[in-house]
């Protein structure tokens, strides 16, 4: 889990949970499935209004790289460039095309596919480019995708908090009524106010914050690539590919700082 992630839910919903009581509040007088029901419908709703129903189930599916933090591949992507670009050194580029099986990422695969047939280095670097714009324009939708929801949802829960008014002053002749009524009401603005701000334009700052590391490592790769096809020294290619962390270092530690992390974690 994502250390961040759990302790911003923790905090966030703990502060909220514990004004309530402290007010005398109950918890009980939250959970209004009605509310819920309209707040998440008429979200749900205007949000495949304006996206394409396939971007939002994928934003839907990539929720699970906000709640674990996933484990960082840059450092294994250094050492597999840095460990083709001391074979290609010793026995031509030509022998990296028995390595492109056993490289999982298809991104560099693709592009030392390219290498390996003797593609120049402009027009490598042009056609991976290409890849990478359409990649980072069909990831960029994602985040947009919460941030729209956050959008929206304060809005419906305003009309789910009118509807219950209106039901409301249909049994003005039940006063006792009245009040319980108008508390439960304004459940459905709490109900979309919270998801906006709580849920929904978080999860997209950190998705955002996510992909960007991912378009990070697809640049780096194809820096490697290409230094691998100019013939540059493993030892500087690892020293310029190190390069590309200072961008992301909550991503990619040295092993040094790894390696203190999981000694202060053991004590």
Do not use: W
């Amino acid at each position: 889990m994502d250390k961040g992630t759990v302790a911003g839910i923790i905090v966030s919903f703990g502060g909220i949970i514990a004004g309530l009581l402290l007010e005398g509040g109950k918890l009980g007088q939250l959970m209004q499935p009605t509310a819920a029901l309209i707040v998440a419908g008429g979200t749900l709703g205007a949000v495949l209004l304006q996206f394409p129903s396939k971007t939002v189930f994928t934003a839907l599916r990539t929720l699970g790289i906000v709640i674990l933090e996933p484990p960082s591949r840059a450092r294994d992507e250094i050492s597999r460039l840095t460990s083709l670009a001391q074979q290609a050194r010793h026995y031509g580029i030509i022998s990296l095309d028995q390595e492109l099986p056993e490289i999982s990422d298809p991104f560099m695969r693709r592009a030392l596919m390219l290498a390996v047939d003797g593609t120049e280095c402009h027009e490598l670097r042009a056609i991976m480019q290409l890849e990478m714009d359409a990649s980072a324009e069909a990831e960029e939708e994602l985040p947009r995708v919460y941030e729209a929801a956050g959008g929206f949802a304060p809005t419906v829960g305003i009309i789910g908090a009118v509807l219950g008014l209106i039901q409301v002053m249909q049994r003005l002749d039940r006063i006792d009524d009245v009040g319980r009524g108008i508390a439960v009401a304004f459940v459905a603005t709490i109900y979309g106010v919270g998801f906006a701000n709580l849920i929904a334009l978080p999860v997209a700052g950190k998705l955002r914050h996510r992909l960007r590391f991912r378009q990070i490592l697809r640049e780096m790769t194809l820096e490697g690539v290409v230094s691998i096809i100019e013939g540059l020294n493993p030892r500087m290619l690892e020293a310029k590919l190190n390069g590309f962390l200072q961008q992301a270092p909550e991503q990619a530690k040295p092993p040094a700082a790894a390696l203190r992390d999981q000694v202060h974690s053991a004590l």
